[in-house]
């Protein structure tokens, strides 16, 4: 896998997702050829054209129950919130900063919990809300993944806190937001 595409991946992934409140799960592993992907940390810009393309998609088990559904949910919410310790660790203090870690760390971050948020899944930790407002929560899930991918493209190239800590910064604050809202206390 080219440097490029390495670096574009994470970014393309949470992209391919916007729509992800469907019954199928679309993991892409690349993007149309020549589409750039632009990352900003600290003045420093990378760039990568991706010059590829493989998409898969995965069927969502219709079988799953809604107790698998909000299990699902809440073990990918249980690793993102170790995801987000393993980070903040970092942040809080830098001299414990390990790139390949976080990079691991922020990639784990491309996993899809809102395949399993259909109607019949309710409870949980999950508040009404979110089938009242569904066009609120999606707006919670895009600002999610925009701030994931963000975080992604930072870690790719990150050689210190620094490139990843404005990032980090706007993925908590995108959870923040979505959990006062959303998630019972």
């Known amino acids: 896998m080219s440097t490029a595409l390495k670096f574009a991946t994470p970014l393309i992934v ?3 997702l916007v729509g992800c409140n469907k019954k199928t799960e679309t993991t892409t592993t690349a993007s149309a050829p020549g589409t750039t992907v632009t990352a900003s940390a600290n003045g ?15 069927a969502i088990d219709p079988n799953m129950t809604p107790e698998d559904h909000k299990k699902a949910r ?25 790139a390949a870690q ?10 899809n919990p809102w ?8 409870g949980g930790e999950a508040k009404d809300e979110i089938w009242r407002d569904a066009a609120g929560f999606q707006q919670q ?3 999610f993944k925009t701030a994931a991918s963000a975080l992604n493209a930072a870690a790719a190239t990150a ?27």
Not at 74 to 93: C, F, H, L, N, Y
Not at 102 to 111: F, G, M, P, S
Request: hydrophobic share 30%; aromatic share 6%.
């Open 14 to 16: 949470a992209m391919a």
């Open 44 to 58: 420093a810009t990378a760039t990568a054209t991706v010059s590829t393309t493989t998409t898969s998609t995965t």
């Open 74 to 98: 809440e073990r990918i919410m249980k690793e993102w919130k170790k995801t987000s310790q393993t980070i903040g660790a970092m942040v809080k203090d830098p001299s414990k900063f390990d």
């Open 102 to 111: 976080v990079k691991a760390a922020a990639e784990k971050l491309n996993q």
């Open 115 to 122: 395949v399993h948020y259909p109607e019949t899944a309710k």
């Open 141 to 143: 899930i895009d600002k």
């Open 159 to 185: 050689t210190s806190v620094d490139g990843i800590k404005t990032q980090f910064g706007d993925l908590g604050a995108s959870c923040k937001s979505c959990h006062d809202k959303y998630k019972q206390d």
